[in-house]
């Protein structure tokens, strides 16, 4: 997972987690101030566009809903108890 790997370049202690590894575990423990907070949410959206950008461009995407083909939501029935 692309988000695992740079929050770890960037020092974050995150995990895979979950049924079929399809969640993350991000340890809030060293994030005393709620501007670490903001940061690290800013870091995540970031992540997250270039993932999309790159994938946009990748695969010659051109509109929503070919997007959402390429990069389907997980179903909501894949957490585990």
Known sequence: ????FQLGKL???V???HFGRRGVRISFHYLHEAKDVDELF???EK????FLTKLVARKGIKTFAE???E???ISDDWMED
């Open 67 to 69: 997007l959402q083909k």
């Open 71 to 73: 990069s389907p939501n």
């Open 42 to 44: 800013k870091i995540m």
């Open 11 to 13: 020092g974050y202690p």
């Open 15 to 17: 995990e895979q987690c």
């Open 1 to 4: 997972m692309e988000i695992i």
């Open 47 to 50: 992540i997250h566009i270039d």
